[in-house]
């Protein structure tokens, strides 16, 4: 089973909402990510965590916080968004976030603040 | 730092009629290169990836991609395309010293007429 579930699908929420994305895996994996992808652009990677430790945070402001309770899950915290947060919100996992390993997508949550 | 061009953002191609989609990615070493294909609203699908070895390699739905070290190239092909071909097309490169990080082209947009 190559499945990544993310939860919600859509999203909507104002700027003082606070609300959090979910996501999981059941391949075993150690390592897994999340990405925001605007409309018409690629995705551009947010975290990632390594055996349940943050290994990688591309400067993404503090309104956006990752946790990752254990292996198979992974959540995004949002607090005080701004409309530009408006994105399609992809989460992904890979065997364990060595080198070149193949990503898993999940289908995305897609956020709108208003 | 790894970089990657996909230097056409709309094809269109009659159906039944040969596909090749362009990446050139910027990179030293030898990188780690992927294929993904993503229909609106979905997450990211791998049709396939070269690490190291045969340079041609075969993916998922009939397309294959050839590494070329000496263009910096990993073009994507398909000789017939199909209607659900349809869809969205992004390249990929990942580097083992940059742990698992991947940066993806802009994308290239598959538009198949009947």
């Known amino acids: 089973d190559t499945e990544v579930t993310q939860t919600p699908k859509h999203l909507v929420m104002g700027m003082t909402n606070k609300k959090s994305l979910k996501c999981e895996q059941h391949?075993?994996?150690?390592?897994m990510y999340w990405y925001k992808q605007k409309a018409k652009k690629p995705p551009e990677l947010m975290f990632v965590?390594?055996?349940?430790?943050?290994?990688i945070n591309e400067s993404v402001p503090s309104r956006f916080s990752p946790e990752c309770p254990n292996s198979s899950l992974l959540n995004l915290h949002l607090h005080a968004l701004q409309p530009e947060d408006s994105a399609l919100y992809l989460c992904?996992?890979?065997?364990?976030?060595?080198?070149?390993?193949?990503?898993?997508f999940g289908p995305g949550t897609r956020l709108l603040v208003l | 730092a790894q970089s990657v061009t996909q230097p056409d953002i709309h094809i269109t191609v009659s159906e039944g009629a040969s596909l090749e989609l362009r990446c050139n990615y910027s990179?030293?070493?030898?990188?780690?290169l992927f294929w993904y294909v993503q229909s609106p609203g979905q997450g990211l699908q791998l049709l396939l990836k070269?690490?190291?070895?045969?340079?041609l390699v075969q993916g998922i739905k009939g397309f294959e991609a050839e590494f070329k070290r000496s263009q910096s190239s990993f073009n994507l092909r398909k000789p017939s395309v199909q209607w659900s071909d349809a869809a969205e097309y992004f390249c990929?490169?990942?580097?083992?010293?940059?742990?698992?990080?991947?940066?993806f082209g802009a994308g290239t947009i598959l538009r198949v007429k009947s």
């Open positions: 992904a996992s890979s065997q364990d976030g060595g080198g070149g390993e193949t990503q898993y």
């Open positions: 391949m075993g994996h150690r390592a």
């Open positions: 965590y390594s055996y349940e430790k943050l290994s």
């Open positions: 990179y030293g070493a030898t990188p780690y």
């Open positions: 070269y690490f190291s070895g045969d340079t």
């Open positions: 990929a490169v990942g580097a083992r010293e940059y742990g698992n990080k991947l940066v």
